[in-house]
């Protein structure tokens, strides 16, 4: 089996290079070990035409490759910032009042999806499984098909989906959801987001889920929930080395024996910072005594800043952070460090390994692999706190973390009152709950689940059970030979 992973977006051969959103960091580890090859845009936009040559580069990734492509340049930005970005984000994330696309945009993003799919038949062999990832190439199943390409095809959503009125706002929706279901298997966060999609099945196309499984005129499509996950014990390693290098040593020393309290976010509106901003202002105001003893570290990731809801977060945010550390702050003291720059994963896992508190608050989100790499991060010995939003994915999971409502400013500072107060023994013994959910469930098993899932799909039931692995699923490299992800 040779697994094609396909995303908008793909990781640099480099490994520590700062990385923005959880796709990238979940797939890099997966595609080093799994021989799987991950293709995406190049980065550039180039000539529509495709010609042998139109693959900017393809180069080995751990056991895997990379293969990027030059997208082309007359429908790119209708495709990323129009559609993608300025209807189908803000809509997944329950935003349809942020919705702002022209009929070219969605034109631009259907040629795109059209083109992603003529590049993907120099990989469509016999033995290809092609594994698409988020909201950006919702009809690429359907292109696929249109040429023809018979080989089991999977999406993977992201982000959460939100209920079916939100949805509907999205203009040319259900020709959307009709070329998804050309997929013979979507996969989804959580059960709430697949629900939300079953839901939109029946109210717009009078389609029922019976068992997961939904018939359309594409055929047989299943449904089913993937929880991401993160391998723990690498990321655990990798904070205890992060404790080393120079920068973590500066941040230590210049908090003069104050906690820390931390947030690390794509600058979106999703992640739900101006109200974390507010709750940290709010929290000096419910706990004065509290002023001086902790300061907020607050990196925020640019990200889309041709897209005008962007800039004006980014400006709100600014503005807002200003007037709380002019409100609070002293000579030798800040409330809030503010920083609008990415970070490399060796230097964040540091940062997480020596904040008291992790702030994961956003309004709406797919999974939020930070709140799991905080958790892993962790001294054993003397944990920090997790306040994690109810209406992030890993809140199913993370349910002994300090949950909070995003929308309740006055709630969530004192849930991070408690977090900075809260004694060794509770800090030990919510870290051990989490940190043993997220073992059970690591990337390895979700990157496995859904591979075996997919080429699962079409055999009699008695053979799908006698293939399932009784431990570490077994993966295929593109020659065809299979191992354990962690034989190496």
């Keep these: 089996m040779s697994v094609i992973v396909v995303s908008n977006r793909v990781a640099r051969a480099k490994s520590d290079e700062p990385i923005a959103g959880g796709l990238a960091s979940a797939l890099i580890p997966m595609v080093k070990e799994s021989g799987a090859i991950w293709v995406g845009s190049s980065g550039h936009a180039g000539d529509a035409a495709l010609t042998r040559d ?29 559609f993608a970005n300025s209807a189908l984000w803000p809509a997944l994330h329950s935003r349809p009042d942020l919705i702002q696309v022209t009929a070219d945009e969605y034109a631009s993003y259907r040629e795109v999806n059209a083109f ?14 092609f594994w698409v990832q988020d909201y950006h190439f919702l009809t690429l199943g359907a292109e696929l098909r249109r040429f023809d390409v018979r080989r089991p095809i999977g999406f993977f959503l992201h982000t959460p989906w939100a209920e079916r009125s939100t949805m509907a706002a999205v203009p040319h929706h259900g020709d959307l959801v009709s070329a998804m279901l050309a997929y013979d298997l979507i996969g989804f966060q959580t059960d709430d987001d697949r629900r939300n999609f079953e839901d939109y099945l029946q109210f717009e196309f009078g389609l029922s889920a019976v068992d997961g499984t939904v018939m359309s005129k594409h055929g047989q499509t299943q449904l089913a929930t993937f929880p991401i996950g993160i391998d723990v014990d690498e990321f655990a390693a990798r904070a205890t080395k992060a404790i080393a290098r120079p920068e973590i040593g500066r941040l230590r020393a210049s908090l003069q024996g104050a906690k820390l309290a931390l947030g690390v976010d794509r600058l979106d509106y999703s992640k739900g910072l101006a109200n974390r901003i507010r709750a940290f202002d709010r929290m000096f105001e419910l706990e004065p005594s509290l002023k001086r003893a902790v300061s907020l570290l607050q ?56 904040a008291h508190v992790g702030l994961v608050t956003p309004l709406h989100d797919g999974m939020n692999l930070v709140a799991k790499e905080y958790v892993a991060a962790q001294n054993p010995f003397d944990p920090g706190v997790l306040v994690l939003s109810s209406f992030a994915g890993a809140a199913k999971e ?15 500072a004192r849930q991070i009152a408690k977090a900075l107060e809260m004694r060794l023994e509770e800090r030990r013994e919510r870290w051990g709950n989490m940190v043993n959910r997220l073992r ?49």
């Design 116 to 129: 992603m799919a003529r590049a993907l038949l120099r990989f469509s062999g016999p033995e290809a499984v």
């Design 398 to 412: 993370l349910d002994a973390a300090l949950i909070v409502n995003p929308h309740d400013v006055d709630g969530m």
């Design 299 to 354: 990196v925020a990731v640019p990200s889309r800043g041709n897209i005008r809801a962007y800039r004006e977060l980014k400006s709100e945010l600014a503005a807002l952070v200003g007037e709380v550390n002019g409100r609070h702050g002293e000579v030798d003291w800040a409330p809030i460090r503010y920083l609008n720059k990415g970070f490399a994963q060796s230097t964040l896992a540091g940062f997480y390994r020596v």
């Design 54 to 82: 139109s693959f900017a580069k393809i180069e080995a990734l751990g056991r895997g490759a990379l293969a990027t492509v030059d997208m082309p340049a007359r429908h790119y930005r209708g495709y990323y910032e129009g």
């Design 440 to 488: 059970r469930s690591p990337v390895q098993i979700w990157f496995s689940d859904f591979l075996h899932a997919l080429s699962d799909l079409g055999r009699p039931p008695a053979k799908i059970a006698a293939a399932r692995p009784a431990a570490m699923p077994i993966m295929l490299d593109r020659a065809g030979s299979s191992r354990s992800l962690h034989s190496h």
